[in-house]
């Protein structure tokens, strides 16, 4: 893959401030935000808590499955360049913040769910809602049902927090710019699964999602798919991944949000069947440091010309 090739250093200046928000969120800020960007990891999280290890018929390790492992590490320099990175410390696989509140399998629960509660969606039928059946190689997760009163408290003390922090955080970019860019940072196997309509293929370095052009103005795309090729990348788009719940909820291009999902090739830094950082990791996260840069250094003030009055 052209994406493995060394690059320069990252030129990261001035300090971070680091929050917490419970045990469910952590914030990476600049002392002064200068980038109209915003950054965030749902699914990087690994606090596995005993007790959900306990509840489940996998153990630790095969419960990562659906872990996007490390990706807020490979975006740590974002915040020197003038702009906040925002990642769960809870697990996917507990809980996905990728997706509405209340995506929840029926078959899960010993009790009868809500009339409010989502139970037919595709990622519901596949096993990936909410909270999910499955972790990503089809493995069932949990020993027993669970009842309702779970998922909810896991909605209130870890999606809904998290949910609450990165409104604040585009909310508060949009405020001080006239308009925000989202960048929601995952990360994907490097060759299509069997229940993916990819299986078996090789997957482009990097692959860069709007919806079909829908949650960020093009040249948000653009400039972003750009920066990446100059930096050796090779970069899809849409395909095989378009944006889920974070991009389509939070992209509304015609009120100066803007959302792009970032979906980075596994094997460019880690070990995938160990999930294990490579050796690459270091080098890569350098040329994330250097795709932050370069994007918080272009003037997007015509996105806020653009943003309906």
């Known amino acids: 893959m052209k994406g493995k090739q060394a690059a320069p250093k990252s030129q990261a200046n001035g300090k971070i401030v680091r929050q917490r928000v419970g045990d469910a969120v952590a914030l990476l800020l600049p002392e002064k935000q200068t980038a109209p960007l915003v950054f965030s990891s749902p699914h990087s999280g690994t606090n596995y808590k005993q007790e959900f290890v306990d509840a489940s018929r996998l153990n630790a390790f095969d419960l990562r499955r659906s872990e996007d492992s490390y990706v807020n590490e490979l975006f740590e320099f974002v915040p020197y360049h003038g702009a906040p990175l925002l990642h769960a410390l809870f697990p996917r696989a507990y809980i996905d913040p990728n997706r509405e509140p209340y995506e929840l399998d029926p078959d899960m629960f010993h009790d009868s769910l809500p009339a409010y509660v989502k139970t037919r969606s595709d990622r519901v039928r596949a096993g990936f809602g909410t909270i999910a059946r499955v972790v ?30 990165l409104r604040r955080l585009v909310d508060e970019t949009h405020e001080r710019f006239g308009f925000a860019i989202l960048f929601d940072c995952h990360s994907m196997p490097s060759i299509g699964g069997p229940n993916d309509r990819d299986a078996g293929r090789q997957r482009a370095d990097i692959v860069l999602g709007d919806r079909f052009g829908t949650t960020c103005a093009a040249t948000v795309t653009d400039q972003a798919e750009a920066m990446l090729t100059d930096l050796g990348f090779c970069v899809a788009r849409n395909d095989p991944y378009a944006g889920a719940h974070t991009t389509s909820h ?53 996105l806020s010309r653009s943003a309906a009055p």
């Open 250 to 302: 939070s992209g509304r291009p015609a009120d100066g949000v803007h959302a792009l999902q970032i979906e980075i090739n596994r094997s460019l830094y880690m070990e995938e069947a160990q999930y294990t950082r490579s050796r690459e990791h270091a080098a890569f996260t350098e040329r994330m440091g250097q795709f932050a840069q370069s994007m918080a250094g272009i003037d997007w003030q015509a």
């Open 136 to 165: 990503a190689n089809g493995a069932e997760i949990y020993r027993d049902k669970m009842h309702f009163s779970d998922a909810e408290a896991r909605v209130q003390t870890y999606y809904a927090p998290y949910h609450a922090a």
